[in-house]
């Protein structure tokens, strides 16, 4: 059986290709438990929601994902404009103690959460500059991902489809086409809703995916956490495998020539 890579990302090694966020289950205990189901080695924590030391007396998340156990990706969800997205990178800079990764996302407007792109190059540019590794969320323009790429970003994490919408791979032809041209991880950011759109973003050739509603808005998020680790495992099995080509008639699993007739 051919053995299957770890997704590398800014220097460092992950077996697990599955990213998760933090946000909007209904403890602590159960942001663990569905974690830990996941199996995910990289957890993404939004700076200016979450509090992981900038509010002292208030209960900590890194006290139930430690950074000695996952590597924390901070992110700059709920920023609109590229100044708000860099001061937030650097707080978390501050608050891990000099930590370099972090997830860019600077979004356009609050009802479809679409990336602001010309804030989200500007942000990128600065960061990149200050010695950030940058992993970004953006539209699945290719010409806009293969441009960040070449500006120096870690990973770039194209949308499946709008955030916490739950649609699925949306345009998986334009993924393909960021794929085809691609030199760093492509990880498929936002839109996935259940275990087969993950597999099916793994199918593409995609490097990882990473999602959080559709594990924590799930009716039992530590179950989807678990089907989540799996999906994500047989997709990427799959697209190394390599599936038969679609053809429009039947193909015999047993050649006919020598039947005995």
């Not at 890579?5 to 159960?30: F, M, W």
């Not at 924390?72 to 990764?101: M, Q, S, W």
């Not at 085809?180 to 275990?195: R, S």
Request: include cysteine; proline fraction near 6%; glycine fraction near 8%.
């Amino acid at each position: 059986m051919t053995s299957i890579a770890p997704l590398e990302i800014a220097g460092k090694s992950y077996q697990s290709r599955l990213l998760v966020g933090t946000g909007k289950y209904k403890d602590l205990i159960e942001t663990r438990e569905a974690i830990v189901a996941s199996g995910a080695e990289i957890v993404t924590v939004a700076i200016r929601r979450v509090n992981i030391g900038q509010n002292p007396g208030e209960p900590n998340l890194l006290d139930v994902i430690p950074p000695e156990e996952f590597t924390i990706l901070p992110n700059t969800a709920f920023c609109y404009t590229a100044e708000e997205a860099v001061r937030t990178c650097r707080l978390a800079r501050e608050l891990l103690d000099g930590h370099k990764l972090v997830k860019l996302e600077v979004l356009g407007d609050e009802r479809t959460l679409f990336p602001n792109m010309v804030e989200t190059l500007k942000a990128a540019e600065t960061l990149i500059t200050d010695g950030f590794e940058v992993m970004v969320y953006t539209s699945d323009d290719p010409i806009l991902a293969k441009r960040l790429e070449e500006m120096g970003c870690v990973a770039v994490m194209p949308l499946a489809g709008p955030i916490g919408s739950g649609l699925g791979i949306c345009n998986p032809y334009n993924i393909r086409m960021i794929l085809e041209n691609a030199e760093v991880p492509i990880l498929v950011d936002a839109g996935v809703g259940t275990a087969s759109d993950a597999s099916l973003a793994m199918e593409l050739g995609c490097e990882g995916v990473l999602m959080n509603t559709a594990i924590a808005g799930a009716k039992d998020p530590v179950l989807m956490a678990s089907a989540m680790k799996k999906a994500v495992e047989a997709g990427r099995e799959a697209f190394l495998a390599g599936r038969i080509p679609r053809k429009l008639y039947a193909s015999a699993s047993s050649p006919v020539d020598g039947v005995i007739s």
